[in-house]
């Protein structure tokens, strides 16, 4: 596939697996920890971003995001697109229901 192919990647599974291609050998040396740090460590920016309202930013630090979370997957082993559809898919794992239904505290 070039990659011209690859950006156009649709579902969270495609993405996950670009990731794994790209990064999985500098994230094995890496190992899980750090690259849960660098995972906590965008999480962080997109916050600031968020703080300063600045969307191009915003759009800029979720990407980073979704990266670095599929880098953790792809070192544990998680599917992130079966996981998040087996715990989301069937609406909110709490009251079952789509929107929610239940009650902020």
Same mark, same amino acid.
């Given at each position: 596939?070039? =990659?011209? !192919? &690859? ?5 969270? /599974? $495609? ?5 794994? @291609? !790209? *990064? =999985?050998? /500098?994230?094995?040396? /890496? #190992? ?7 995972? =906590?460590? $965008?999480?962080? &920016?997109?916050? #600031? ?8 930013? !915003?759009?800029? &630090? ?7 979370? +599929?880098?953790? %997957?792809?070192?544990? #082993? =998680?599917?992130? $697109?079966?996981?998040?559809? &087996?715990? *989301?898919?069937?609406? %909110?794992?709490? %009251? @079952?229901?789509?929107? +929610?239904? +239940?009650? $902020?505290?």
């Amino acid at each position: 596939m070039d =990659i011209a !192919m &690859e950006a156009r990647a649709k579902t969270i /599974r $495609e993405f996950q697996n670009l990731m794994k @291609r !790209m *990064y =999985i050998s /500098r994230d094995r040396h /890496r #190992g899980l920890h750090g690259t849960l740090l660098w995972t =906590i460590s $965008e999480v962080g &920016e997109l916050t #600031g971003a968020a703080l300063k309202k600045d969307r191009n930013a !915003m759009r800029s &630090e979720a990407a980073d995001v979704l990266a670095w979370l +599929c880098s953790t %997957c792809n070192l544990i #082993g =998680i599917d992130l $697109e079966d996981a998040a559809f &087996e715990k *989301y898919g069937g609406g %909110c794992p709490k %009251c @079952r229901h789509i929107p +929610c239904r +239940c009650r $902020e505290k």
